[in-house]
């Protein structure tokens, strides 16, 4: 092998892990964005026509038939889609990093209990922002998640 073969090697793993992780952000941003979707169009049409929870067991039930191969049609992410969109009602204009957290991250945020118990090491931001241009939710998000989809 020539002397520069490890430095091509190098740069062409770089590379490869580079462009890895960049196709990895961006079918996470545009998930979380058909997410974000989905739970806006369902939040909205609940508050609109007041329907239950088969709506959604039902809607679930047909997207997984629609499409047997996909992951992520249950009732119950569905209902999380739901909150997702109304603790988040600006998330197609967010930068990162929220846009860049997994979907597991987004469920843990919206779960997270507004007001921590003291001395629990859990703080979420006193305001809209938090200086770093994250709008974060106003809303109770836990109120949301355990509401009837």
């Known amino acids: 092998m020539p002397e520069w073969y490890p430095e091509l090697l190098a740069s062409v793993s770089s590379e490869v892990h580079s462009g890895r992780s960049r196709a990895i952000s961006a079918a996470n941003r545009e998930m979380l964005l058909s997410y974000w979707s989905i739970g806006s169009e ?38 999380y889609m739901k909150s997702f969109a109304q603790a988040w009602p600006g998330f197609p204009m967010l930068q990162a990093p929220l ?13 997270k209990p507004s007001d921590p118990e003291p001395g629990s090491g859990t703080q979420l931001p006193p ?16 109120s949301s998640t355990n509401a009837p989809a």
């Open 42 to 79: 369902l939040a909205k049409r609940e508050s609109a026509q007041g329907w239950g929870s088969k709506v959604v067991t039902r809607l679930a039930a047909d997207v997984r038939s629609a499409f047997p191969e996909a992951t992520g049609s249950s009732p119950q992410n569905l209902r």
């Open 99 to 111: 846009a860049t957290l997994p979907w597991y991250h987004q469920i843990a945020l919206i779960e």
């Open 127 to 142: 305001s809209k922002t938090d200086g770093l241009g994250t709008c974060w939710p106003t809303t109770s998000r836990r």
